[in-house]
């Protein structure tokens, strides 16, 4: 019986399936970013969070089996399939043949990558802030491929072409959308 996870319930997964610090911020830059994005073209809010919150669930305990495992975990905690999709579309030809196709699974696929960017290009200022950084910093810090080299700049910009968004909109959207949990996710840093 599969029906809408909660906040609440998605959170107890993560804790469980993704122990580390580092995990849990990522995933609550994802949701933060998600339920922004989702408020601003009018979206299911809850929905878009809790994707967002659970996308990584596999990838600590089976990395080399990241969103092949996914599915599993979710049905068992009574997922939807179409919420299970949505999680495993990110891995989009990475680690996934599931094509993103709705505008919430384009938007997990682009912003996953672009969260990291964002998060390493406030860590590096004066203030560790992502609540002073600009998107002008983001896209000097783009140019340079040795800069946060995980984040796959391809992903975000095929992910951003799929959306047709422009990558300095997209970038700010991020920033706002994690601004809103700066505290959470390590990035409020000594303003």
């Not at 305990?61 to 979710?74: K, S, T, V």
């Not at 140019?143 to 095929?158: C, H, L, M, N, Y």
Request: net charge negative; proline share 5%; hydrophobic share 40%.
């Amino acid at each position: 019986m599969s029906n809408k996870p909660t906040r609440e319930t998605t959170w107890e997964l993560i804790k469980e399936y993704l122990p580390s610090d580092q995990m849990q911020r990522h995933s609550l830059a994802v949701e933060a970013v998600m339920r922004h994005l989702a408020k601003k073209y009018g979206e299911d809010e809850e929905m878009w969070g809790v994707i967002g919150l659970a996308h990584d669930v596999d990838y600590e305990r089976y990395p080399d089996q990241h969103c092949h495992r996914a599915p599993e975990i979710l049905k068992e905690a009574g997922w939807p399939e179409e919420y299970i999709r949505a999680v495993v579309s990110h891995g989009w030809g990475i680690c996934s043949d599931v094509e993103p196709l709705s505008r919430l699974e384009k938007t997990l696929f682009t912003i996953d990558e672009l969260t990291g960017l964002v998060a390493a290009s406030a860590l590096v200022r004066p203030s560790k802030s992502i609540l002073d950084l600009p998107v002008k910093s983001v896209t000097k810090k783009w140019k340079d491929k040795a800069f946060a080299a995980g984040a796959d700049r391809s992903v975000i910009e095929k992910g951003a072409a799929m959306l047709g968004v422009e990558l300095p909109e997209l970038i700010a959207d991020t920033i706002d959308g994690m601004r809103a949990e700066a505290e959470a996710i390590g990035l409020k840093g000594n303003l």
